[in-house]
């Protein structure tokens, strides 16, 4: 009955596998740590435990199982079997309760940070990655474009330099490339500094000091990043516009005389659209891709967070950061999809003459 | 340029290859601590006194098998995933739309870290390749199926399916021969995208436990703060590599492109 | 989406230029270091902090609490006595030890100890921290009550002053261990009784409810400094200009920095950088090749070689009820085949004296254990040529590959030997380096020994489990006065022995080691660790260990590697002067929030 | 009066390698007010470069080697690009391309890209102005023009991207227009309504002359006065429709009548390629006959004597032995 709308039952359509997917992807998430037969109860237990009588360590042990919802519980009483030993939850309760506390925004208590709230420490790291990431990622690509669309235009010398530079810089691991950096430019000539956030001697407050600060420190993480991501968004610019080059819209827009800005628009335009799509996803990615960046300038961000995570088994801690990517990612995807759609005449089009996507 | 990437990369096999011969390869402790380049071990000495010159010569070796390993796997699966679900389209290829994204939305380390968790000996180069490859195949069928979904409108292809060959048979003989040199140039990228990997998989220190990669040298000259005292040699040379491997590869595969899609040609 | 070409770039490079200058100009700023947290007025310490602070509650598990409240530092809550890691000796705080004996440990409370709300510090206060074990399993002192049966207070008058003596019951039927007693005393801090009380009154009695209290809003301490704010980046606090030990043990002075920064690094290489640069002035962290960073003017206690004193002792312990691990001669083998020198070198950058062969350390305060004859006689020390001998007569076969490298092993059965496997955290490098070292060291001697490098998530529960070949470990870390026997105890007792398998856990002597009721059981050792706490005649005390240490030699149920300071203790002169070291021993070698060494703050100076 | 007049023109590729591709070599002809000449030959004769030099458009690598085009006088050549851009394209020659749907940007309206145009060579005229002019172009061209010119190229049939790209072309009444197989990739119908649109603006005169290059000599005979056949970047033969058609003189224009004249619609795609073998090389230089390797009527002597333009029959070829 959504034969009227094609752009609206597209639109539906996509939503539903996304909605889908999010869900299988939850349950993965759910799943897969529970899969190494280790019990993190253990992790904690092993800091806890030293030291203290077994019966001690027993009972302390059996708070946390309960605690974690690892164990069956009724009327606040452990459920225990005829040796008194505590009954494990199945997988499948475990599952229950997870989704119920998900639904109303609890991610669980982190183990290594424990009492801590995982959402809390998300909260608090978020904030610090969006900010080194989104503007990062923007400039990188939105440069990157333009200098790649020019060098495609123009060819020519600054192609012949641009073209094997960018190249260059875009196989650059970029935690390598950080590495260099806060080698030579906090070591070897300490213009930069080569960690945190913001000067030690501030606490986060809306001072021009404060932000100044900020900006200071943002320097080094910023250009690790931009550089790297602008080249490789020139290559695949640039490739793109080349390719459109040899179109016949472009020609034809010569013979007819076109101004020259006219026709790298024309060219910009269209070999942006499937760029687009590259924007979102390393938009999606930011949360992933952070990780090493943040460790490298022990930067104050959620990557960080999930490395701390990692390193301890914080199953709980890992478990929400993966949701958060995985919301994020998709909501991505999800974006493009739709933008392409109403960007792209060809696919708006497409949908009106109801071939679908 | 193409020349110029085929030479650095044969180069640097070359060297994984060909090192060990001129170079007597040992884990051995041979010197001081950190002892600065000079002399026999002309780019100096790790943490624990062993030649950089080896340590290099096998972290590449161990890179590049994980690439090529990651890179194999990675193509096959994305290939005819790819092609499979462009050909078909329709719920099939939503279906495998959703496959995909959720291998893009799991991030690879938190696979690996709950994967190498329940192995007792620990993470070791062939896993890390292999769950790599199984991560990182997305992308790959991503672009394949875009290409065999233009394919499939082609008429020899229409009439092959008239004709009534079965699906099997018009995607192996009709469409994979079509697509070969960009399945080739999806290849080359894969492998390099492999080395990025284990290079990043090892920093955050979730590296190979059975070997050294380049990856992993650069972690341990983060670890035993290398940066910090200015021991350049102990990340320059390893990061060098790495990057001149993908440079090569990059290389190659924009040649290819320039040679396969004579728009780019001129 | 529409792009006007060229005009665009202009812009972009314009503002990304305008990023830049803004930072250098922020630079210039900040060097100022007017705004804030004054350089002048600051002192930045940092290495105990990792994660995010997530609670100041005194109360919660100490691993939990954040700096400086958890573990044992003592800048907000105060323990009763500190222990002088250097001398031996006792020192008052919050109380003055008057006498140790084996019915009782005798402290004075200090009637100048005020909380910062005015009250002073009571009796009431101590026993209320201590009954906390009794009245709840959650509480840290639940392990207080198997050593003190009781806390007598009695009003008493010295030289003019009313002062509460508190006696420390020993309790007899339970452990019988004034030893412990001291260990508690330095350890636990008080904390108020009546700020608690009410607590838990509010959370009717739920112990655990309070314990996740995070008790960070102008908490009621009875230290030098107190909590002024935290984030995930930094914990400050403040010197409290009314402390009262200011006048009662400092003769009026104050701390000199008002403000102490603890910076949370992410990652262990940013403590050397930050020391390098000024940026901290000390730290507790491992930090190879400190020699290198002298021109920096970041040092530490000793000018050269070992540099460090010496606390702590890393040790693989070995699982004795495995097959060929339960053989000793294979483990004096072991002992025999690892190359200390080179883990002293290249593991812990030269951070330790030459190993001797045992548990108890030859250097410090523990030296007038050790005895040099029995480790010539009984202990074995690297030898190769011995360690393939010591294999031979066992009966265990070797065979190497072509090149030299081991193929694999068989016991005198002729049985192949399973490849053994030594269990460590992953990306603890200088456990790593110890790992690998010994390793190599093994396999040379033939021994077929591989690296088990997992992640700590997968080492923290092997521990106690026993479900290792050998593992990393490092028992009784921290220079208590109950050292060395406190280190026997963790590696030797069976007094809580339970087999491998199923959720048996042990939290000492996770090797298994001395299975009571087998014929190999030697009852000496678990009655020698009983007989050492009661002894105070030093000559008996000197026997009792060395007895002790042969039993661990001949048995060698774990292969000490190296000798470790208990804490790294490294500081810059950038900023700050006069940290105590070998030349001016006035306070050991901790950062000022532990122990004794607090006393470090009131004597700094400003470097000019 | 000749309103276009092409002397001697040679253009040339410049290779990556520094090798010159001589595409075009020695074309010449004048063309009065009103005409319209044909230009055939196989593809990859060399037509579409010569296209580009008739409009005076060099983008490298295409150069010219020698030779001058001179539209209503004055010559196109040693101009600069931006000259050129906007003083020749469009309003002097312009240019119907083939594969109308390529040819419009996909992404941009029809009228928006027409307005790009005017635009391009208006200075300063404003929108509204614009679109009055283009309503009233394109009403021309009996389709519903609003929904044309408020559409993206693919919303259109491909008659209708046909004939705005027709109507974009002559938007500024260009002096001479030059179409590139226009009609190539339509459908038969579609192709009779495009050839009549195409005659009703020279009726209207929004353009007088016109050059229809094309492979399809069946249609030329209906369209052009007179045809040029081209091979191998030369002309090898120029005459009158009927000359060429009914009375060729150069062995390759025979050939290609051989293949076209029979032709019924059904076997109308089969290109003149049925003659045996391939053109030459262009990279290197033919001092012979360009056509001897395929040449029916060759001798020894045309591999080596270069071949000069002659009049036979009222004609010129490029062939010492035809008469």
């Not at chain 4, 119907?96 to 005017?118: E, H, Y």
């Amino acid at each position: 009955m959504l034969k009227k709308y094609p752009t609206l039952r597209y639109i539906l359509q996509r939503a539903g596998w996304y909605f889908l997917t999010f869900i299988v992807a939850v349950a993965i998430n759910f799943l897969l740590p529970r899969l190494g037969n280790n019990n993190p109860v253990d992790i904690i237990m092993g800091k806890a435990g030293s030291g203290l009588s077994t019966e001690d360590a027993r009972q302390k042990e059996e708070k946390y199982l309960q605690e974690f919802g690892l164990v069956k519980v009724s009327n606040g009483a452990i459920v225990r079997d005829a040796e008194g030993k505590p009954i494990k939850a199945s997988k499948i309760e475990q599952f229950g309760n997870y989704l119920k506390m998900c639904s109303v925004g609890d991610l669980g208590t982190s183990f290594q940070k424990y009492p801590k709230k995982v959402i809390d420490v998300i909260k608090e790291a978020l904030p610090w990655t969006i900010a080194l990431q989104l503007p990062t990622i923007l400039f990188g690509w939105i440069i990157g474009n333009i200098l790649g669309a020019l060098a495609a235009y123009r060819r020519g010398v600054f192609d012949k330099i641009f073209f094997p530079g960018a190249l260059l810089l875009s196989s650059f691991p970029f935690f390598v490339f950080g590495m260099l950096l806060v080698y030579y430019f906090s070591v070897v000539i300490p213009w930069f500094p080569s960690m945190g956030g913001y000067a030690n001697d501030l606490v986060p407050s809306f001072s021009f000091a404060f932000f100044q600060s900020v900006g200071y420190h943002y320097v080094l993480p910023f250009f690790s990043i931009f550089l790297i991501l602008a080249g490789g968004q020139a290559i695949g610019m640039r490739s793109m516009g080349i390719y459109e080059l040899g179109t016949d819209y472009i020609k034809y827009a010569k013979w007819l005389g076109l101004k020259e800005n006219k026709v790298l628009a024309y060219l910009f335009r269209n070999a942006m659209l499937p760029q687009l799509t590259g924007l979102a996803l390393s938009l999606g990615n930011m949360v992933g891709g952070a990780l090493i960046t943040e460790m490298i300038f022990s930067y104050p961000g959620l990557g960080m967070a999930i490395l701390t995570a990692i390193q301890n088994n914080d199953y709980p801690m890992i478990q929400g950061c993966t949701l958060l990517i995985t919301i994020c990612v998709l909501i991505a995807n999800f974006t493009v999809d739709i933008m392409i759609g109403f960007f792209d005449p060809r696919v708006k089009a497409g949908l009106q003459i109801g071939k679908g996507k | 340029m193409f020349v110029i990437g085929i030479a650095l990369f044969f180069g640097t096999i070359l060297i994984a290859l060909v090192g060990p011969v001129i170079f007597t390869i040992t884990m051995e402790r041979v010197g001081p601590q950190y002892a600065p380049p000079g002399g026999r071990y002309f780019l100096g000495l790790n943490d624990l006194g062993q030649d950089y010159i080896s340590l290099l010569i096998r972290g590449l070796q161990s890179s590049l098998y994980v690439g090529f390993l990651a890179g194999i796997i990675a193509t096959t699966l994305g290939t005819l995933i790819g092609i499979y679900g462009g050909f078909k389209g329709g719920w099939v290829d939503d279906f495998l739309n959703m496959v995909t994204n959720l291998f893009i939305v799991i991030p690879s380390f938190v696979i690996l870290i709950l994967i190498s968790s329940s192995f007792k000996e620990g993470r070791s180069l062939t896993l890390i390749g292999i769950i790599i490859g199984m991560t990182a195949w997305t992308w790959s069928a991503r672009s394949v199926r875009a290409q065999s979904s233009a394919l499939k409108s082609k008429d020899h292809i229409a009439l092959a399916k008239m004709n009534g060959a079965n699906t099997l048979k018009v995607l192996l003989v009709h469409i994979l021969p079509y697509l070969f040199s960009y399945v080739f140039m999806v290849f080359i990228l894969q492998v390099a995208s492999g080395i990025l990997s284990e290079a990043a998989i090892s920093m955050i220190g979730l590296g190979p436990l059975d070997t050294v990669s380049l990856g992993t040298i650069l972690n341990q000259a983060k670890n035993t703060g290398a940066l910090g005292d200015g021991v350049w040699w102990a990340f320059i040379p390893a990061s060098v590599i790495i990057t001149v491997i993908v440079f090569a590869l990059y290389l190659i595969n924009t040649s290819m492109e320039g040679v396969f899609n004579p728009r780019l040609r001129k | 989406m529409k792009m006007k070409g060229l005009s665009q770039i202009k812009y972009l490079l314009v503002s990304a230029l305008l990023l830049g200058l803004i930072s250098c100009q922020a630079k210039k700023e900040t060097e100022t270091g007017e705004v804030g947290f004054p350089r002048s007025k600051t002192l930045y310490l940092a290495g105990s902090q990792w994660g995010d602070p997530n609670t100041f509650n005194p109360l919660a598990e100490s691993w939990q609490a954040a700096w400086p409240v958890g573990d044992r530092f003592n800048l907000m809550y105060e323990p009763l006595i500190t222990y002088n890691s250097l001398d031996g000796k006792f020192e008052p705080l919050l109380g003055t030890l008057i006498s140790k004996g084996n019915d009782s440990i005798v402290v004075d409370i200090n009637p100048e100890a005020k909380w910062s709300d005015g009250n002073p510090v009571t009796s009431a206060d101590v026993k209320f921290v201590f009954e906390l074990g009794r009245r709840f399993k959650g509480a840290a002192t639940a392990y207080a009550v198997e050593f003190i049966s009781g806390i007598n207070v009695a009003n008493v008058d010295v030289n003019g002053a009313k002062v509460e003596r508190l006696s420390f019951m020993v309790n007899k039927k339970g452990r019988n261990n004034p030893l412990v007693i001291l260990d508690l005393l330095q350890a636990i801090r008080i904390v108020p009784a009546h700020v608690f009380e009410k607590l838990l009154a509010d959370n009717n009695n739920d112990f655990g409810a309070v314990q996740k209290l995070k008790i960070d809003a102008n908490p009621v301490v009875s230290g030098p400094y107190n909590l002024e704010n935290y984030s995930n980046e930094k914990i400050v606090i403040k010197r409290r200009d009314d402390y009262w030990g200011n006048k009662s043990l400092y003769a009026g002075k104050m701390p000199v920095p008002q403000f102490i920064i603890h910076p949370i690094f992410k990652s262990n290489d940013h403590f050397a950088i930050a020391l390098q640069q000024g940026g901290l002035d000390a730290s507790q962290t491992f930090i190879p090749r400190i020699w290198m960073k002298k021109k920096d003017k970041v040092n530490t206690w000793f000018e050269s070689s070992p540099y460090f004193t010496s606390g702590a002792l890393p040790l693989l312990l070995i699982n004795t009820t495995k097959a060929p691990l339960n053989d000793k001669n294979f483990r004096r083998a072991m002992a025999a085949a690892i190359n200390y020198a080179d883990i002293k070198e290249l593991a812990v950058s030269g951070y330790s004296p030459d190993m001797q062969p045992g548990l108890i350390m030859a250097v410090g305060l523990e030296g007038k254990y050790f005895n040099a004859e029995d480790a010539k006689a009984v202990g074995v020390s690297y030898n190769p040529e011995n360690a393939k001998k010591i294999l031979a007569d066992a009966g265990y076969k070797s065979v190497f590959k072509s090149d030299g490298s081991l193929d694999y092993m068989t016991d005198k059965a002729g049985n192949r030997v399973p490849t053994l496997s030594i269990t460590s955290p992953a990306g603890w490098s200088d456990w790593e380096a110890m790992v690998r070292l010994a390793v190599k060291g093994m396999r040379d001697a033939g021994i077929d020994i591989r690296e088990g490098f997992v992640d700590a998530g997968l080492y923290w529960p092997a521990l106690p489990s026993g479900n290792f070949d050998l593992i990393m470990h490092k028992p009784a870390a921290s220079v208590t006065p109950s050292l060395p026997w406190s280190r026997f105890e963790a590696i030797m007792s069976s007094r809580n022995w339970a087999p491998v398998g199923g959720d048996n856990k042990m939290n000492e002597n996770q090797g298994r080691y001395n299975q009571p009721g087998t014929k190999g059981y030697n009852p000496a050792v678990d009655s020698l660790l009983k007989l050492i706490p009661t002894l105070s005649d030093e000559g008996k005390l000197v026997q009792a260990y060395r007895e002790l240490n042969k039993i661990f030699m001949q048995d060698q149920p774990a292969l000490p590697l190296c000798y470790l300071p208990e804490q790294f203790y490294e500081y810059s002169s950038k900023n700050w002067e006069n940290w105590p070291n070998e030349k001016a021993p006035y306070a050991p070698p901790l950062l000022p929030w532990v122990g004794a060494s607090t006393k470090i703050l009131w004597n700094l100076k400003l470097a000019k | 009066m000749a309103i276009f007049e092409v002397d001697h023109l040679s253009l040339h590729y410049l290779t990556r390698f520094g090798q010159k591709i001589h595409a075009v070599t020695d074309v010449s002809f004048t063309m009065e007010k009103g005409k319209i000449l044909g230009i055939a030959g196989e593809s990859g004769c060399g037509k579409s470069t010569l296209v580009n030099g008739l409009m005076g458009l060099f983008i490298p690598p295409l150069y010219p080697t020698s030779g001058d085009v001179r539209v209503a006088g004055e010559s196109l050549m040693n101009r600069s690009p931006k000259d050129i851009r906007e003083n020749v394209l469009s309003r002097k020659v312009s240019m119907i391309p083939q594969g109308a749907f390529n040819a419009l940007n996909p992404t941009r309206k029809v009228k928006d890209i027409a307005a790009d145009v005017m635009s391009a060579h208006m200075k300063g005229i404003d929108k509204s102005h614009i679109y009055d002019r283009l309503r009233e172009r394109f009403d021309l061209f009996g389709m519903d023009t609003n929904k044309v010119l408020n559409s993206y190229p693919i919303q259109l049939t491909a008659g209708e991207r046909q004939r705005s790209v027709i109507g974009i072309s002559t938007l500024l009444n260009p002096q001479m227009v030059i179409a590139d197989e226009p009609t190539s990739a339509l459908d038969v119908t579609t192709q009779k309504v495009v050839i009549k649109l195409i005659f009703d603006l020279l009726e209207k005169g929004i353009f007088s002359t016109m050059i229809f290059i094309t492979h399809e000599l069946p249609l030329l005979r209906h369209v052009a006065h007179d045809i040029a056949i081209m091979y191998a970047g030369e002309f090898v033969e120029v005459g009158t429709t009927e000359q060429i058609v009914f009375d060729p003189r150069h062995p390759y224009t025979k050939a290609l009548m051989g293949a076209m004249l029979s032709a019924e619609p059904g076997q109308r795609q089969r290109k003149p390629t049925a003659i045996e073998g391939a053109p030459p090389n262009l990279a290197n230089a033919i001092q012979g006959c360009r056509f001897a390797d395929r040449c029916p009527a060759a001798r020894a002597e045309c591999k080596v004597n270069k071949q000069e333009i002659r009049i036979v029959g009222e004609r010129q070829v490029r062939c010492d032995y035809a008469q």
